[in-house]
């Protein structure tokens, strides 16, 4: 019986099976989100969507027509100095950065939303549990 495929070989496959310019970019926007944090978690969600978390989704990518689409799951509350968020800016919660053909990753911008996103679901988890770990009172 054959092994089950981890989370990233199936998206190794995912990346090797994209035929045009959509596979390097793809490649290399993987590539510095897993150098951003090496504690991110590579998972496969959804029937085939690459997805990075940490205390939460971070982010999911696809490659569409056209476009290789990294969208961020909590954008709207992250740090964007370097304007990469191209889509979805009208939300309340994501963002996204549309990649084209002649498009560039910027591998340093790109980590730093990486490392703002663990951060704050770093710091929302630490919310949440603070909020359920009250002190019980006295019994009488």
């Known amino acids: 019986m054959a092994k089950a495929k981890t989370p990233s070989e199936k998206i190794d496959e995912y990346i090797a099976e994209i035929e045009d310019w959509r596979r390097g970019t793809f490649a290399e926007m993987r590539k510095a989100i897993l150098e951003a944090d090496p504690e991110l ?44 968020f191209n889509a979805g800016l009208e939300g309340n919660q994501r963002r996204a950065i549309d990649f084209f053909e002649k498009d560039k990753v910027n591998k340093v911008a790109l980590k730093a939303l990486i490392v703002a996103a663990a951060a704050y679901n770093a710091a929302r988890k630490s919310e949440r549990t603070s909020k359920t770990a009250r002190p019980k009172s006295p019994k009488k």
């Open 41 to 84: 978690i590579e998972e496969w969600k959804w029937m085939g969507t690459p997805t990075w978390s940490r205390d939460g989704i971070i982010a999911v990518a696809n490659a569409h027509k056209g476009k290789v689409k990294l969208t961020f799951d909590q954008g709207a509350h992250l740090p964007d100095p370097k304007k990469l």
